[in-house]
């Protein structure tokens, strides 16, 4: 856990929401969090975060290695659901 202490996000002019968002924001463009990490840390929804990132004009960082873990995942949670058949 991070702690922002109050004077730095009144400094900032930033609510703490806005602040984590800025933080999940600046670091996604980075490629420093993936988008499910950034939109955790946002405290946002997948379509809550993704319009944020739009109306920013960042671009989506959805790549190949993303695109494979998600096709792990579906096949755990088709094993979970069937159990390992």
Do not use: C, W
Not at 12 to 41: D, M, P, V
């Amino acid at each position: 856990m991070v702690l922002i202490e109050d004077e730095i996000l009144q400094s900032a002019q930033l609510t703490e929401q806005e602040g984590r968002l800025e933080l999940a924001i600046a670091l996604y463009a980075q490629r420093r969090l993936s988008f499910g990490q950034a939109r955790k840390l946002a405290g946002m929804s997948h379509p809550e975060f993704e319009k944020v990132l739009f109306d920013r004009g960042i671009p989506s960082h959805y790549d190949v290695p993303e695109f494979e873990e998600d096709l792990n995942t579906i096949q755990r949670l088709h094993e979970l659901r069937h159990g390992g058949r």
